[in-house]
């Protein structure tokens, strides 16, 4: 009865592993809010705040009291989350820095940079949310689209993000005080893999690894880093995948996320904050690897097909550096 009684066992620890997450889910959603500005500081950091769960993650940071440096490519939209902000909490300031994150690494970028730097300089800035990122383009093969396309998303999602935290984390050191969340993805993290979103799945594996290593050399700093795993949340990048339908029951809208998002800030080093999220990691853990890949592999090349009958994609001139120039966006499918 010994092999008996040790299979007992090992089938109970796995249960108890399993559970704790949703167990630690529940007690964090008991205990009571952190105070993020007495806790970090008086300012946050948001980028890509206009849409979806930046503009969400900023309204509700605002809501806890904390002024926001707001970074965007639009003027107009950023005009609009600072009325926003100001009617939701009209005792927080909001400051707008214009900064388009594709142009990260050239002269452009470089000036915008600077203009964020000496902006953040100047504030007690507590919290960063990287949250802006790319996906396009969808479903696609390295050699349906451009290089430039690829690049895009290599300044947005990976180069971008350790710019903007490289320009905040100097007086994070100073203050001895600070919290800096990437927003990753379950992508790179439950699934074994993401055809045909190679690229995205890979500068997403980055963001994970980056927020790891930095949460071990700046935690004695009194720096808690953090990337968060969020699986799919309504809106436009989600329409992008066409098996987002499928996990409709499992998909919060950005507010519901940015709630859970700024409760878990400071709380592990990577973490998934949704509940619904959570419950779509544990069925990503449970199906076997090979059968997922291939339940994705078919979805996407379906998605493909799909997207290229709506929109062709031309083919590139001889000579070219781009093999082709992929048109359309991951809001496509929406």
């Known amino acids: 009865m010994a092999w008996f009684a040790s299979l007992a066992l090992l089938g109970a620890l796995h249960v108890a592993a399993l559970a704790f997450p949703v167990l630690s889910h529940l007690a964090l959603c008991l205990r009571r809010h952190k105070d993020l500005r007495r806790r970090y500081g008086a300012w946050a950091v948001v980028t890509g705040p206009t849409s979806g ?11 806890r009291g904390m002024n926001l440096v707001l970074v965007g490519r639009n003027p107009a939209k950023l005009r609009d989350i600072s009325a926003a902000i100001s009617k939701a909490a009209p005792a927080v300031q909001t400051k ?7 142009l990260v690494s050239t002269a452009q970028g470089d000036e915008a940079m600077r203009r964020l730097r000496r902006t953040v300089e100047a504030l007690d800035v507590g919290v960063l949310v990287n949250n802006a ?21 290599i300044r947005v999602n990976l180069l971008a993000l350790t710019e903007v935290t490289a320009a905040v984390i100097p007086g994070m050191v100073e203050r001895r005080r600070g919290a800096v969340v990437n927003f990753g993805s379950m992508s790179s993290e439950a699934l074994p893999s993401l055809p045909l979103y190679t690229m995205y ?18 935690r004695s700093k009194g720096i ?45 080093a990577l973490c998934v904050p949704n509940l619904r999220h959570q419950i779509a990691w544990f069925i990503a853990y449970v199906v076997p690897d090979w059968l997922l890949e ?10 493909r097909k799909e997207l290229r009958r709506m929109r062709p994609l031309p083919r590139a001139p001889a000579g070219s550096r781009d093999l082709v120039s992929y048109t359309c966006t991951s809001g496509c499918l929406s």
């Open 96 to 102: 707008t820095v214009v900064l388009d994150l594709s």
């Open 201 to 218: 799945a890979a500068t997403k594996r980055y963001v994970a690894r980056f927020s790891k290593c930095l949460h071990l050399e700046y």
């Open 53 to 63: 769960m930046g503009r969400s993650t900023a309204l509700e940071l605002a809501r």
């Open 133 to 153: 990122g790319v996906l396009d383009p969808p479903a696609a093969f390295l050699h349906d689209a451009g290089v430039e396309a690829w690049v895009d998303m």
């Open 294 to 303: 291939e339940l994705l592999l078919r979805e996407h090349l379906w998605q």
């Open 224 to 268: 808690d880093v953090q990337c968060q795993a969020p699986f799919f949340v309504t809106g436009a990048m989600a329409s992008g995948f066409s098996e987002a339908k499928l996990f409709a029951p499992l998909t919060p809208t950005p507010d519901d996320y940015a709630r859970a998002a700024v409760r878990w800030i400071g709380h592990g």
